[in-house]
């Protein structure tokens, strides 16, 4: 079993910068990528960037260039810069792994809400 527990949300305002992070416990010699999900109030959970265990990274176009993820193997943690905040960054943003790799499945943290004031 891997457990997910996330950090580091709150308020910020537009243009400010907020770092979230993820700690993984568990069985984590079985994980491999990692990354982030959010969601905004009255939508869908929609995907931010991810991470895989080789350091590659992929972003979402609406942060690229504001958005940096990292992963630390050693403390078992990834993180996500978020710089040049806006309003529309606003949501729930949930951590998650993929777990295993026969049937990879993915785990999910319990979310840290992030709150971009105008």
């Known amino acids: 079993q891997v457990q997910l527990v996330e950090s580091g949300g709150g308020l910020v305002q537009a243009g400010g910068s907020l770092r979230l992070s993820c700690a993984a416990s568990?069985?984590?010699?079985?994980?491999?990528?990692m990354g982030w999900y959010r969601q905004a109030p009255g939508k869908q959970r929609e995907f931010v960037a991810t991470?895989?265990?080789?350091?590659?990274?992929n972003y979402a176009d609406s942060v690229k260039g504001r958005f940096t993820i990292s992963r630390d193997n050693a403390k078992n943690t990834v993180n996500l810069q978020m710089n040049s905040v806006k309003p529309e960054d606003t949501g729930v943003y949930y951590c998650?792994?993929?777990?295993?790799?026969?049937?990879?499945?993915?785990?999910w943290g319990q979310g840290t809400q992030v709150t971009v004031s105008s």
């Open positions: 998650f792994t993929v777990v295993g790799s026969t049937r990879p499945y993915n785990v």
């Open positions: 991470i895989t265990d080789g350091s590659r990274t």
């Open positions: 568990g069985s984590i010699f079985s994980i491999n990528a």
